[in-house]
């Protein structure tokens, strides 16, 4: 067993793609290590973005949150990346659950890779990329914290 294995919460995991417009959002068991996408937030205002988050974490009890880290192609940290960081914090204050960040560099131009080669057109493409790109941050998290054996 890998120390991340050691520390890492088993069950259920949420995810998010964090945007100040729009937050996807995807979910997973570590038992299983297959990610879903769930559904995009679109609520603008703080109290309607966190009320919809609340209905998640009670409809899925998790064990875990997992938010996706944005920076720049070199890896250093930029405005949305402490945004994402703030948001982080307010979900662990909120729903007192473990939080931890991925890498999001790519994922969501690769969700838009993946709903293009599925034959999702254009204009259906906008209304869930930032699910599908919460699904690639939490299979990359599933994916490197193993299942258990």
Do not use: C
């Not at 838009?112 to 930032?130: I, P, T």
Request: hydrophobic letters at 40%; aromatic letters at 6%.
């Amino acid at each position: 067993m890998t120390d991340a294995e050691r520390t890492t919460p088993r069950g259920t995991v949420l995810a998010f793609d964090f945007g100040e417009k729009r937050i996807g959002t995807a979910i997973g068991e570590t038992a299983i290590g297959i990610a879903h996408p769930l559904t995009t937030i679109h609520a603008a205002d703080k109290q309607r973005r966190y009320a919809a988050i609340e209905a998640m974490v009670r409809e899925w009890q998790p064990a875990l949150l997992v938010v996706g880290l944005p920076a720049h192609m070199d890896g250093t940290e930029h405005e949305m990346s402490r945004l994402a960081r703030k948001f982080a914090g307010e979900l662990a204050r909120r729903f007192n659950l473990p939080v931890t960040f991925i890498d999001e560099r790519l994922t969501s131009a690769a969700a838009e890779s993946s709903l293009g080669e599925s034959g999702v057109n254009s204009h259906k493409r906008k209304a869930v990329v930032d699910s599908v790109a919460a699904q690639h941050i939490l299979q990359d998290f599933l994916d490197r914290n193993g299942r258990p054996s």
